[in-house]
């Protein structure tokens, strides 16, 4: 089946330090992926997507790029800020019986200090 | 234009009862899928519902069951409550179940006691 890996947190870096937090997946086909954000007490927001490969998606200063060969998604800032403090979540959607359904890492804990 | 919402946003059970937790998708959306987020994991999907009827459904009992509305809203029941089912439920909508991005509802946090 289809499945996410991240890597371990918490991540703890001081504001305008670089960031990178790894993510590889391994699928079936063509799936798209994406990086969601939580913030403590929120549900997930999305923060970037790819849906094929050598795409790159960007948002907010952050980027990432879908890896076919590699089959990674690799998230990075060139630039943190204490705002960006939150649980990132590396995921893909990919065709499972007719339909698409999401699969989730477990998430990194990203601690920006000033 | 309002997101997701969920309803309620906290609730406290005891072991044995039964739960209904409740979700309006984003406007336009037609596609809601519920997730179990336990603390410090990712959301493991429960089932997903499209045109009313269960489209897929992951690796849950049948303690979890669902329903979807006609106007697309949807309810996730938790019977025979235990002490694992202790959780933060998530929404998610999206168009026709593609492989477009969901979005997300704040979750409702349930606490068995």
């Known amino acids: 089946g289809n499945s996410v890996t991240q890597m371990e947190g918490p991540v703890t870096l001081s504001e305008e330090a670089f960031l990178t937090i790894n993510c590889t997946y391994t699928a079936t086909g063509y799936p798209s992926l994406f990086w969601y954000v939580q913030y403590p007490g929120e549900g997930l927001q999305l923060l970037l997507k790819?849906?094929?490969?050598?795409d790159k998606g960007s948002n907010k200063g952050f980027e990432a790029t879908y890896r076919k060969e590699t089959t990674s998604f690799h998230l990075e800032k060139g630039s943190v800020q204490v705002s960006d403090s939150a649980v990132y979540f590396c995921?893909?959607?990919?065709?499972?019986?007719?339909?698409?359904?999401?699969?989730f890492g477990r998430g990194t804990s990203l601690i920006v200090h000033p | 234009d309002a997101g997701v919402t969920q309803s309620p946003t906290h609730l406290i059970k005891t072991r044995g009862q039964q739960v209904t937790l409740r979700c309006s998708p984003k406007?336009?959306?037609?596609?809601v899928s519920w997730y179990q987020q336990a603390l410090g994991q990712g959301p493991q999907f429960i089932f997903q519902y499209y045109e009313e009827e269960e489209r897929q459904r992951g690796n849950f009992p049948d303690r979890f069951s669902g329903h979807q509305f006609p106007n697309y809203s949807s309810e996730l029941n938790v019977n025979a409550l235990l002490l694992g089912d202790s959780a933060l439920y998530l929404c998610?909508?999206?168009?026709?179940?593609?492989?477009?991005?969901?979005?997300f509802g704040d979750g409702t946090r349930l606490s068995i006691l």
């Open positions: 406007s336009g959306h037609d596609t």
């Open positions: 995921a893909l959607s990919g065709l499972s019986g007719g339909s698409y359904i999401p699969t």
């Open positions: 998610a909508s999206n168009m026709g179940g593609s492989n477009q991005p969901q979005h």
């Open positions: 790819a849906t094929k490969a050598d």
